[in-house]
């Protein structure tokens, strides 16, 4: 069964924008926070930006002011805008919980099969 499901991704040139989105069964993002990940060809998975059941926001500092994360908790969908793209943004992005609430909710440290994004003129 799909659990996560995010989509979006594709080829940009540097500047470029795209916007994913993230789909979830079940309740997991429901009154909690999610966040999007990415991890990049020979790099570790990086927290790239978060957002509370409440709105509140955070980013790393590297995307900060071109990435906007928000939600739709009616939905239980997430979404990454992503403005002023740099080849250093390629990566593959996956939406979930933190860390303990995903182990907790599904058993394992579950992930989707996430979405390519790839900056390249």
């Known amino acids: 069964q799909v659990q996560l499901v995010e989509s979006g991704g594709g080829l940009v040139q540097p500047g470029g924008s795209l916007r994913l989105s993230c789909a979830a069964s079940g309740s997991i993002f429901s009154s909690n926070a999610m966040g999007w990940y990415r991890q990049a060809p020979g790099k570790e998975r990086e927290l790239v930006a978060r957002i509370t059941s409440g709105g509140s926001t955070n980013y790393a500092d590297s995307v900060k002011g071109r990435f906007t994360i928000s939600r739709d908790n009616a939905k239980n969908t997430g979404y990454l805008q992503m403005n002023s793209l740099k080849p250093e943004d390629t990566a593959v992005y996956y939406c979930?919980?933190?860390?303990?609430?995903?182990?907790?909710?599904?058993?394992?440290?579950?992930w989707g099969q996430g979405t390519q994004v790839t900056v390249s003129s």
């Open positions: 979930n919980a933190d860390r303990a609430l995903r182990v907790a909710y599904w058993g394992y440290d579950y």
